[in-house]
């Protein structure tokens, strides 16, 4: 089940205005220049995003994400017709041959559940082609990136044509390693509606990503840093053979 981040109409309607800064995509972009990926699946699309990034490359992508609402969004951007947009999990995806399959930003670590996890990277490995790649970052729990996750390092109030003023924030809930569970609170003061999201991460061990990959019959390329936070992800480039 998706986050109300992501899940609830108003809020899904106000997710990019709240997050305009999508720098840390870019790296995703190159990867697809890289591989030279002509048909992308992209996991966990959200609001469409990186998808219609690729999109207007001329890259054929298929973006899949459990929240209706998020779906919506995507569908109404402009150049939303040339993408293929699945409600759905990874598990449940239609038969695919692409070159790349990806999960940006947090949505590796939003799949929480162990048996979802081994099913995602299941299906991700289902839908590439033989030697097609699967790339995804998630954050290093050294780095301890819920240390910020408060108030005081997450206040801010955002004008969003359409919508109005918006102030936002950031509570952190519970650390019980390796899951770790956050509040996002949102008030609206066209109508004075305070609407909250909690979520919880999967802080993964490297190690323990790599074991999960290999025995799902990934070979694992490299394991790179995210240029947008150095020392602080690691992203993950796994091949199917």
Not at 133 to 142: G, K
Not at 227 to 235: A, K
């Amino acid at each position: 089940m998706a986050d109300d981040c992501f899940a609830h109409p108003r809020l899904a309607a106000i997710y990019d205005p709240l997050e305009p800064d999508r720098g840390d995509l870019d790296a995703y972009v190159r990867m697809a220049e890289e591989f030279r990926a002509r048909q992308v699946l992209d996991i966990g699309c959200g609001t469409g995003v990186f998808a219609l990034l690729l999109a207007a490359r001329g890259i054929e992508v298929v973006g899949i994400d459990p929240a209706p609402a998020s779906i919506v969004v995507a569908r109404g951007k402009a150049g939303g017709e040339h993408v293929r947009w699945i409600c759905g999990e990874a598990a449940d995806l239609p038969p695919l041959q692409v070159d790349l399959a990806t999960m940006t930003a947090n949505v590796a670590q939003a799949i929480v559940d162990p048996h979802g996890w081994q099913e995602t990277l299941r299906g991700a490995r289902q839908a590439l082609r033989p030697g097609g790649r699967l790339v995804f970052e998630t954050r290093d729990p050294a780095a301890r990136a819920w240390e910020e996750w408060t108030r005081a390092y997450s206040y801010r109030v955002s004008e969003i044509p359409g919508t109005g003023s918006v102030e936002y924030w950031v509570e952190l809930l519970d650390v019980s390693a390796p899951l770790v569970t956050f509040r996002q609170v949102y008030v609206f003061a066209s109508d004075g509606q305070v609407l909250t999201s909690d979520s919880t991460l999967r802080f993964r061990e490297r190690n323990e990503v790599e074991r999960d990959l290999i025995a799902h019959g990934f070979v694992l390329d490299d394991v790179r840093e995210a240029p947008d936070r150095p020392g602080r992800e690691f992203v993950f480039l796994a091949r199917r053979p």
